[in-house]
């Protein structure tokens, strides 16, 4: 009889200590670890003795961040959609009618519950005290896609794309569900580049693959134009068209970088997103945003906390400089900054830093779904606290 009372016991111990593992703090649930493997990107691709595999030590790094592309979701996306679930069983919060005043700068729309106003205003006076400190041209769109919260600051202004655009094209590419095994010719270099394409033999082929790799891994200006002109910008247009999005490209591939509003940019980020919740090409690609090798921005401040698929912009000439991002936070939200200022400095990236952080602040304030109990004692004639800023 005492060994059974005894194994009774151990047995509820271990069991409680199994729950309390399971509950771990929110910090840990949003931590996440890139696990990158070799081996599932050569699964990647049919064509696993190519040229280009044998001969580019180069293109061996780039093709190793490729998840595979089978039916189980890729590893960061399963870990996505874990730490949601495990943070919204952690943390529960009365919402309250969103009711902030003041005097801003920026624009707010779309904003109903929040977890806190007081909270939020104090987000909303260090995002004011961000932006009136920037003594460069700045504009930046934030927006959550589950609610369509949106925060603008000259988001309607225009700024120079560079190379945030890669990532829409690419979107386009895979929507039209291109042949990723094509070989295409290197037979033409964009003028100034210092991408590893330029460092290549002419009339060495690669994959459209492996462009699309190098275009968004490491921000080859040749990659990009061989898709370009191979594939065309037509599909990309229209797609522009669809979403609502008011740039486009040259239809022959004359223009490859165009001008943008951050609010138009973010309608494109927000597709992307969209469309790698319902496709394996999308999850791809966002993969490949999230392991691209220039992480200094956005990426830089969020991406011990959250999985960030981004594409940053630089143009020495123009002094220009941006980061658009999609941030799988527990409510996800995209970014699009754009600043005309010397790019990557440890002070040109501050701003991107300082506006993530406080970005996902206000993102972590919004009250996603609206209970039935909150609304019910509500008068139906009652009119709700609307913005004033």
């Known amino acids: 009889m005492g060994k059974k009372m005894y194994a009774g016991v151990t047995a509820l111990l271990l069991a409680a200590a199994c729950l309390l593992s399971s509950c771990g703090s929110k910090a840990e649930a949003v931590s996440i670890k890139r696990k ?6 050569q699964a990647l691709s049919t064509d696993k003795n190519s040229p280009a595999e044998e001969n580019s030590t180069a293109e061996e790094a780039s093709s190793a961040l490729s998840p595979l592309l089978e039916d189980a979701s890729s590893q960061v996306f399963d870990e996505v959609v874990e730490n949601k679930e495990v943070t919204k069983a952690v943390e529960q919060r009365n919402s309250e009618y969103f009711n902030v005043g003041g005097n801003y700068g920026f624009t707010v729309s779309g904003f ?3 977890y806190s ?4 205003q104090n987000c909303f006076d260090r995002l004011q005290e961000i932006c009136s400190s920037s003594y460069f041209p700045l504009g930046f769109e934030f927006k959550n896609v589950e609610t369509g919260a949106t925060i603008g600051y000259h988001q309607y202004e225009q700024f120079m794309t560079c190379s945030t655009i890669k990532a829409p094209f690419v979107k386009s590419l895979l929507v039209k569900d291109i042949d990723l095994d094509t070989k295409i010719p ?5 003028a100034g580049d210092d991408g590893t394409l330029s460092g290549e033999d002419y009339g060495k082929e690669f994959t459209a693959r492996e462009l699309i790799e190098y275009t968004i891994l490491e921000s080859d200006n040749t990659a990009y134009q061989l898709l370009c002109q191979t594939f065309g910008t037509d599909e990309f247009n229209r797609n522009q068209y669809e979403i609502g999005a008011n740039f486009t490209l040259g239809y022959n591939a004359e223009w490859i970088f165009t001008y943008c509003t951050p609010e138009d940019m973010t309608k494109s980020y927000v597709d992307i997103y969209k469309f790698a919740e319902e496709n394996k090409l999308g999850k791809w690609l966002t993969d490949l945003m999230c392991n691209a090798k220039l992480n200094i921005q956005i990426g830089k401040a969020l991406g011990e906390k959250y999985p960030v698929a981004q594409k940053y912009g630089t143009d020495y000439l123009e002094s220009a400089f941006s980061d658009c991002a999609i941030v799988y936070a527990d409510s996800p939200f995209v970014l699009c900054i754009y600043t005309q200022q010397t790019p990557e400095t440890e002070e040109s990236c501050q701003v991107f830093k300082d506006i993530a952080l406080v970005c996902d602040d206000i993102n972590s304030l919004i009250a996603v779904n609206d209970t039935a109990e909150e609304t019910d ?3 139906d004639n009652e009119t709700h606290p609307e913005n004033n800023t």
């Open 36 to 41: 990158n493997d070799s081996s599932a990107a």
């Open 112 to 114: 109903e519950m929040v």
């Open 117 to 120: 106003n007081e909270e939020m």
């Open 186 to 190: 290197l037979n033409n270099k964009w």
């Open 377 to 379: 004692h509500e008068a």
